[in-house]
C-alpha cells in the first residue's frame, strides 16, 4: 500500500504519540497509572499497528521486540490481549 506523503507523516506522528504514551505511563514519575490503563493503552497501539502494518509506516515486528526488551511492564499488561483471541 503507498500513501502519499502527508498521510505517511501523519499516521508516523499518530504512531509515535502513541508509543511517547505508554513510555511516559511507565515512567517512575507516572509510576501511579493503574495496570488497567496501561493495558489499556497497549491496546490501543496494537489495533493501530494492525490497521496500519503494511503502510510502510514502521518495522512494527521489531519495534514490537525492542518494547518487550525495555518496557517494565506488570504481569497483567503484559498478558497477551484480548485481542489476540
Not at 507516572?30 to 499497528?49: G, H, M, P, T, Y
Request: glycine share 4%; charged share 30%.
Amino acid at each position: 500500500m503507498t500513501l502519499d506523503p502527508v498521510k505517511f507523516l501523519q499516521l508516523g506522528l499518530v504512531h509515535a504519540k502513541l508509543c511517547a504514551r505508554i513510555s511516559s505511563q511507565l515512567t517512575i514519575v507516572n509510576s501511579e497509572a493503574s495496570k488497567d490503563d496501561i493495558k489499556r493503552i497497549i491496546d490501543e497501539l496494537i489495533v493501530f499497528r494492525r490497521v496500519h502494518e503494511k503502510s510502510g509506516i514502521g518495522n512494527f515486528n521489531h519495534l514490537a521486540w525492542v518494547e518487550e526488551l525495555s518496557w517494565k511492564l506488570s504481569e497483567e499488561s503484559r498478558k497477551a490481549s484480548d485481542l489476540y483471541l
